[in-house]
C-alpha cells in the first residue's frame, strides 16, 4: 500500500494547518458528526462542503485556513458541530447568508 497523492496531502495537512487541539472527546464526537453527513467522501474522509481532511480538521481548535488565508476557530462550514452561530461570523466575513434553524442543507445546497 503505498503513498498516494491523496496520503501526501493529508499528511502535509495534519503537519501544517493545526494550531491548537481538542480533547479526544470533542475529535470523537466531531467525527461522528461528520461520518453521518452526506457531504462526507469516506472513501478519502475528505468533506465535500469545505474539502479538509476530517481527520486532521476535527482534532483542531483553531487552525490555518489556507484557502481563506487566515487562523481560524475550527467549525463546520454548515454548523453541525452545534457552532452555527461562529459558523454564521465566518460566513458574513466572506460575503454569504447566515444559515438559520431552518436551513435543511442538501448535497445541491449552496449553503
Not at 29 to 43: K, T
Not at 59 to 75: A, D, I, Q, V
Request: with cysteine.
Amino acid at each position: 500500500m503505498g503513498l498516494t497523492v491523496n496520503k501526501i496531502l493529508k499528511l502535509a495537512a495534519a503537519k501544517a494547518l493545526p494550531i491548537d487541539y481538542v480533547t479526544p472527546d470533542v475529535t470523537d464526537w466531531r467525527m461522528s458528526v461528520c461520518r453521518a453527513c452526506s457531504y462526507l467522501d469516506a472513501e478519502n474522509m475528505k468533506c465535500g462542503k469545505c474539502g479538509c481532511f476530517v481527520e486532521v480538521k476535527t482534532t483542531c481548535r483553531t487552525n490555518w485556513n489556507p484557502k481563506k488565508l487566515r487562523m481560524e476557530f475550527t467549525h463546520c462550514p454548515l454548523g453541525k458541530w452545534k457552532d452555527k452561530e461562529l459558523t454564521n461570523q465566518y460566513r458574513a466575513i466572506d460575503g454569504l447568508e447566515p444559515l438559520n434553524d431552518n436551513d435543511h442543507v442538501t448535497q445541491n445546497s449552496t449553503v
